[in-house]
């Protein structure tokens, strides 16, 4: 059984930095490298937001509101997707999931891990 477990969140000051990790178990190195790794955030009583997404032959998209901030990366070997965050703003305090696809084969999510914001 695939899983998908996210650390690395936790309590951040305005202009500071975090990352983020989402390490996959249950799944070999063929599909995991072969598959979409995308970051989600949901903040309270807003809707679910792609935040980053990198591809199998790791092409990079971000959201407009982190581009510049944020940058997602991939170890496939460590079958591991991460996202550093820098000059965080209380605009990015979420709760951060990641997402494993491929097409309509494969699509798991992690947890989730609470990223917030504050002085």
């Known amino acids: 059984q695939v899983q998908l477990v996210e650390s690395g969140g936790g309590l951040v000051q305005p202009g500071g930095s975090l990352s983020l990790s989402c390490a996959a178990s249950g799944i070999s190195y063929s599909p995991f490298s072969m598959s979409t790794m995308d970051w989600y955030r949901q903040a309270p009583g807003k809707q679910r937001e792609l935040v980053a997404r990198?591809?199998?032959?790791?092409?990079?998209n971000y959201a407009d509101s982190v581009k510049g901030r944020f940058t997602i990366s991939r170890d496939n070997n460590k079958r591991t997707v991460y996202l550093q965050m820098s000059s965080v703003n209380t605009e990015d305090t979420a709760v951060y999931s990641c997402?494993?696809?491929?097409?309509?084969?494969?699509?798991?999510w992690g947890q989730g891990t609470q990223v917030t914001v504050s002085s």
């Open positions: 990198i591809t199998s032959a790791r092409n990079t």
């Open positions: 997402n494993l696809h491929r097409g309509n084969v494969i699509d798991y």
